[in-house]
Structure formats: C-alpha cells, structure tokens
C-alpha cells in the first residue's frame, strides 16, 4: 500500500471547469465562462480554487493597470463603485546617480510607455472586487484550499486537481488536526498560478511545453506600501528610475505610485539573472530609499505593509506552448507580463478570457479533456501578442549591453517596433537560464550594506513581520532541497551561500555554529511565497512547493 492509499481516500467534485488561482486571469476567465453560459442559457460549474486565506492575500504586484482588458470584460465598471479610484496624471522617469538625478523628457520614451489613462491600485483589492463580480454569476470559490497535485486520466489526459493534505505534522505523519485533500475534477483545467507556479512548472516539463521556445527569465520585485505626509502625497503621480545603486551590469529599477488616501507604493525590481552572489536585492531596495530624490517622500511617514513576488520576464519569445492535454496556462504562469512597461494584469485578463472562449466552444462540440491547440494561435494574433511582441527585444539587450546602453537600444527597438512594426535585431535570445548567471563568490567584489536606520531602511524580519505571514509550525518543509551535500560544496562553498541575500524573507541561513557547521536552515515559517529560490539556486536545488492551504502571507491591500 502506498503513503497515499494509507491516508485514506479524498472525496471528489465533479465540476465542468477547474481554475487554479484567484488572481487577474483565473477571474477573468471565470467571469467570461459564465458570461458566455448565461448568453446560451446553458448551465456550467466553475470552480476557483485559491491558496491566500482569502483572496487577494498573495497578490502583489505595482500596480499601474491598463484597463484595455477590463473595458471588454465588464464594460460597465466605470460606472460603479470599484477599486480603480485613482487615474495617473503624471509620468516621470529618473536616472539616479549615488548623488543626484536626472529626469527624462518624456517626449523620449516610446508612446506604449506612457500611463495616461491608466489607473493606480492594488491588485489585491481589484482582485477581490473581481472575485465579487464572478460569484454574482455563480462562480465558487474556495480561498485556503491549495492545489497541490495534478490529476490525469489513464491517457495521460489532466482531469483535474487535489488541493493538499491538512495536519500533516512535521514528521510526515497525520496528526489530530488531520483532513483529507480533496479532488476537483473537471472537463477543463485553466491554470493561473502565477509567476513560476508549481503545478504550471509541473505541466512544461511533462509536456515538454517549452521545447520550442527561450528559456524563461525573470525578476524579483519587493513593495512597501506607505502613509506618507499629505503635504508630500500627488495623488496619480507615477514614478520610475533606473541606475543606483544597481551597477551598470546589474538590471532592475524601482516604482513610486501615490494612490487614494495618502498611500504611496514604492517597489523595487532586480532582474535574477545578476552575476554576483554578493548582491542583496532586499538591501538594494532599502540602499535605494535613502536616495536624496527618493527618501523625502518617506520621511515622517509610516511604513504598513511588505511583500516580495518573483515576476516573469522573458516575454515573448519564452511563452511556451500554452495548451496541455486537459488544460491551458494562463497569466503569469503562462508568462505574459509586458517588462518594459511593468505591466502583465490587463495581458493575464486577455488571457483568462480568451481561454474560457477555447473552453466554452469546446464544451459545445462535446469535447473534454483534450487540448485546445487553438489557443496557442489565439494569443499570438490578439492584444497580448501585438503587446508583447513590440518589446521583446528589451530585456535581452539590457541583459546583453548592459543598463545604459541596453536601455538606450531597448528604446530604439521599441520605437522602431511602435512607428515601422520591425526591429533592426529580429527576436534576439536571452542567453543562460537565470540559475545559470552566478559567479563564483572568489571573482566577485563583496558587497557592504549600510545597516538599516529605522527610519525609511528596516531589516528583513521586521519587514516579513508587516506581510503577516503564517504558516502552521507543525507541517513538512514546503522548500524542498533535493541533494543537502551539494548545497553544501556548491551553493555555500563556491558561491558563499546567496540564499541568504536573494531570498527577501530571511528564510534560507548557514548556521556556522556546532559540529555538524555549516549547516543550512530553512527558516519555512518566514516564506512569503515569492519562489525566487527556486528561480536562482544555482544548481536548481531547491524546490517551492505548496504549503499547508491558506498558509503564507496575507496582504490586506498590496
């Protein structure tokens, strides 16, 4: 008998679409699947399963959204009493020095650029006003249930999913607080994770789902939501800077949005497939507050809340195949987000839509479980791939040349893109996976950081204590390490132990004390589920995986 079958057996739902994740696309795609089943009077379940403990709790993201995809979803929102409260009324762009700054004219940058029209939010909250949207149309769901495994037909066909286990102690063994996972079957599945989800990473590698395209990229973006001092609050200003203290070969940049009721969101992103291990990204962002353009805003404000979120990057030429036998990838899972622009909700929304349209006409001819190939097409020819298809030269020249020239020949490819609609370079490759870009700690200049003053900088666990992360103290590991004795004579020896600088959470540290010294601990309980290690582990060592349902942070409005 295996562990599984002696756990007992997990009751099961019969549903016509499952949808993993509450976020922009799997919404999107929920409300459009009973907008059109309510169009032909016809009946359809739609399930949406979500890990956060409610909605929107692990949603994190800038944000400045592009409405184009919300227009076409539900064309009546302009008229209501929505989240989208505060439209952007100015645009500006600064290169830092360690020093000083300088803003560019904005008659430079290339007109997709430009934000007017769109809107400053929190996802999480547009999130949870989408969610009220798809529940009025009989969509259920279920926030605190993790979709932790896949389900296949004896076709190999997905069916499905089971959410995890409950009260599985420490030990791998059931305790008095025990609860079967449940199965969720369906004719479709539509998988909307997020950035590097672990069922969607599951999926193109059994399906070999990316054999076609670049090898995915990506970045770690850190937010801090602020009060600030009102004299210092400019409702709808949009803020972005790139240069210090990042070095020239290091890519990244931050965001300053100042929403409704004295609230500003300041962010900070660096691109993971930097060289040097030394390097912090958390202390980068805190290092990038103290500038003179930046802290004044901060100063006398108080910080509420923090989070940190792997984003995808590779654009358009690292979309994999998107269609599975069962199912479909949407979103960040599918890797949609526009990087120049910063932007992915309003692609992740086309997405979840043009997916249920596959769905439904599917359902219509009496299919299931088989894959919609048409949606691959699809998505090239709409509104994602003319976005992304525009930029998609951005990220790897930036990668290749460097922040100063990179940006400055991103921008000439995205205005010859933009006037003409061809690039002088084709569609160039990003080059090495992002766990393949460290270099040894031997070759690379230690980085010193100043310690934080309390006022505008603050340390990691301070910052992890105001995610309101939680997770259950009793439970297996979610961070899986696959071989503990090459984490030792690599990851700590030749790169002296970057797990404790890329990780934005104090989760991953070498105990240098005792007799079994080093030793690696994964402080589990801290994990605010931004998957950076299992982007950046320089040997793909470490593995994400789902906690305990409902387990992580819980951001009330990021």
Not at 64 to 90: F, G, S
Not at 186 to 211: C, H, N, P, V, W
Not at 516 to 538: E, L
């Amino acid at each position: 008998m295996s562990e599984q079958e002696a756990l007992g057996e997990r009751e099961s739902m019969d549903v016509d679409v499952v949808i993993v994740g509450a976020g922009p696309a799997g919404l999107a795609a929920a409300i459009r699947l009973k907008q059109i089943a309510n169009e032909k009077g016809e009946e359809l379940s739609v399930v949406v399963l979500e890990k956060g403990s409610e909605v929107g709790a692990h949603i994190l993201s800038g944000a400045v959204i592009d409405p184009i995809a919300l227009d076409q979803l539900l064309p009546e929102w302009r008229e209501e009493n929505t989240p989208l409260k505060t439209p952007v009324t100015a645009d500006h762009f600064l290169v830092l020095g360690p020093a000083g700054s300088m803003r560019l004219p904005n008659m430079l940058m290339p007109k997709l650029m430009n934000n007017h029209g769109n809107f400053i939010v929190s996802l999480g909250n547009v999130c949870r006003w989408l969610a009220e949207k798809a529940e009025a149309l009989g969509v259920e769901i279920y926030p605190g249930f993790a979709a932790a495994e896949l389900l296949y037909d004896d076709a190999g066909n997905v069916v499905g999913v089971a959410t995890g286990d409950m009260g599985i102690g420490r030990d791998g063994k059931p305790n008095a607080m025990f609860t079967r996972g449940m199965e969720l079957r369906g004719k479709y599945t539509l998988i909307g994770e997020g950035a590097r989800g672990s069922l969607a990473k599951q999926l193109i590698e059994k399906f070999g789902l990316d054999k076609d395209s670049d090898v995915p990229k990506f970045g770690i973006g850190i937010k801090e939501l602020w009060q600030v001092d009102p004299e210092k609050h400019k409702p709808g200003l949009v803020q972005h800077s790139f240069g210090w203290p990042l070095d020239g070969k290091t890519g990244g940049g931050s965001f300053l949005y100042h929403l409704e009721d004295n609230q500003v969101a300041v962010g900070f992103v660096v691109h993971l497939n930097y060289e040097n291990p030394w390097l912090s990204p958390f202390d980068e962002f805190q290092r990038f507050k103290t500038h003179p353009a930046i802290r004044d805003t901060f100063e006398g404000g108080k910080r509420i809340s923090y989070g940190a979120r792997a984003i995808t990057e590779g654009g358009y030429q690292s979309v994999p195949k998107l269609s599975f036998p069962g199912g479909l990838l949407m979103g960040c899972s599918a890797g949609l987000v526009n990087v120049p622009r910063i932007k992915g909700s309003h692609n992740a929304m086309f997405s979840g839509m043009l997916a249920a349209e596959e769905v439904m006409a599917a359902i219509g001819r009496g299919e299931a479980h088989n894959e919609l190939t048409d949606y691959d097409t699809a998505w090239r020819a709409s509104p994602i791939g003319t976005d992304l298809k525009k930029v998609r030269n951005a990220k790897p020249l930036w990668s290749k040349f460097g922040t100063w020239a990179g940006i400055g020949l991103g921008g000439l490819d995205m205005w010859t893109n933009e006037l003409f609609g061809f690039s002088f370079f084709g569609t160039l490759k990003h080059g090495k996976r992002d766990s393949e870009t460290l270099k040894p700690s031997k070759d690379c200049k230690k980085i010193e950081y100043p310690k934080p003053d309390g006022v505008v900088s603050f340390d990691k666990l301070s910052s992890v204590f105001l995610s309101n992360t939680n997770h259950e103290e009793d439970q297996p590991i979610h961070l899986k390490v696959k071989d503990e004795a090459l984490q030792k004579s690599s990851e700590h020896d030749v790169f002296a132990g970057p797990s404790n600088r890329y990780c934005p959470a104090g989760v991953y540290e070498w105990v240098e004390e005792g007799e079994d010294a080093p030793r690696f601990q994964i402080n589990s309980q801290n994990c605010v589920h931004c998957k950076t290690c299992d982007i950046k582990d320089p040997n793909g060592n470490i593995t994400w995986t789902v906690p305990e349902g409902a387990g992580g942070p819980n951001y009330p409005n990021m």
